[in-house]
C-alpha cells in the first residue's frame, strides 16, 4: 500500500473540522492506474490499515473498489473475504464500520433479472428490467456472444454476494448510476435480504434530470440508506453541471442543495433561490 499522503490527512481532518463526516476508500495498490490485489503481508497490512484509520479518522472504511471489476481488483471472491477480514479487524479496534469496495448497479440489476427469472416471475422481471436500462444497455443483449459473457459476470456477482454474509462488516455498498428510483428500491431490498447488511452507497450517480434526481433523492430516504454519497458523474474542475454561465445553481443543484438543507439540517426549503 503507498504511503499515506498527508494532503488526505488535511483533507480528512478540515471534513471532520466542518462536521462533516468521512467515508474513505482503502486499496492495497502500489502502482498507479492498476489493480488492486490481495496483499502478500496481511500482519503489515492491517498495521497499515489501522494506521490510516488513526490519521484520518474516517467514519466508514471501504474496503477497495468496484471488486467484482477485474479492472480494479484482481482476487478471488475467497481473497476478499479474507481482506475484509483483515481490514475489519484493524477497523474495529479503532471504532470505525467498514463496508466492501462497491457491487456495481449494472451487475446488481442483471443479477435480480436473472433472479426474477430463474423464480418463474417473468413478468416482474420484465417490467424490472424496463424501468432500470435505456434502450442502449438494452441492446447488449441482442449482441452475439452476450449470454456467454453474461454468465460469467452472474457467476462472478453470486460468488461475491455468498461472502458478505459471512465477512465481519456492517453495511454492503452498492454503486448506483441508474436514474430509477424504483429499480433502486428493488436492487435495495434485493440486497438486504441475500446478505442481511443494511444498504449504503459511496458513489450514487446524481441524474441530470432534475424530476428523477428528486425522486432518486427521496427513495434514499425512504429506504433509510445509512450513508450515502452523491455525485454529478464529473471529475477535475469542471462545474458545468453544477453552476450555470453566470454562476448561478442550475436547478438540478438547486434541488439537491434545498434537499440536504431540509432533511439533514432542518432548513426550510427555499423556494426560487437564485445562488
Not at 486499496?27 to 492498476?34: E, L, P, V, Y
Not at 453544477?242 to 426549503?269: A, H, Q, V
Amino acid at each position: 500500500m503507498k504511503q499515506l499522503k498527508k494532503s488526505l490527512v488535511r483533507e480528512c481532518k478540515e471534513a471532520k473540522d466542518s462536521n462533516l463526516e468521512v467515508v474513505l476508500t482503502i486499496r492495497n495498490n502500489n502502482k498507479k492506474n492498476q489493480a488492486s490485489g490481495p496483499p502478500q503481508d496481511w500482519g503489515k497490512y492491517q498495521e497499515t490499515v489501522r494506521e490510516i484509520i488513526k490519521k484520518c479518522r474516517p467514519a466508514v472504511i471501504s474496503v477497495e473498489y468496484k471488486e467484482t471489476s477485474d479492472l480494479y481488483y484482481k482476487g478471488s471472491a475467497g481473497d476478499y473475504l479474507n481482506q475484509l477480514e483483515a481490514a475489519a479487524k484493524a477497523a474495529h479496534k479503532e471504532g470505525a464500520k467498514v463496508t466492501n469496495g462497491g457491487l456495481e448497479g449494472d451487475l446488481m440489476v442483471l443479477l435480480l433479472y436473472n433472479h426474477y427469472l430463474e423464480n418463474g416471475r417473468k413478468d416482474e422481471a420484465e417490467i424490472f428490467i424496463q424501468r432500470a436500462f435505456d434502450k442502449v444497455k438494452m441492446h447488449m443483449f441482442e449482441i452475439p456472444g452476450y449470454k456467454k459473457t453474461l454468465k460469467r459476470l452472474l457467476k462472478t456477482a453470486k460468488d461475491f454476494l455468498d461472502i458478505y454474509s459471512k465477512a465481519p462488516i456492517d453495511y454492503i455498498n452498492l454503486h448506483w448510476a441508474i436514474d430509477d428510483d424504483f429499480a433502486l428500491e428493488k436492487v435495495v431490498d434485493f440486497l438486504e435480504k441475500r446478505t442481511g447488511l443494511e444498504v449504503i452507497s459511496t458513489e450514487m450517480r446524481q441524474p441530470q434530470d432534475s424530476e428523477k434526481a428528486k425522486k432518486l433523492m427521496k427513495k434514499t430516504t425512504k429506504l433509510k440508506m445509512p450513508c450515502v454519497v452523491w455525485f454529478f458523474g464529473i471529475e477535475g474542475p469542471d462545474i458545468s453541471m453544477i453552476e450555470d454561465k453566470e454562476g448561478g445553481l442550475k436547478t438540478l443543484s438547486k434541488k439537491f442543495k434545498n434537499f440536504i438543507r431540509f432533511r439533514f439540517l432542518n432548513i426550510p426549503r427555499v423556494r426560487n433561490q437564485k445562488g
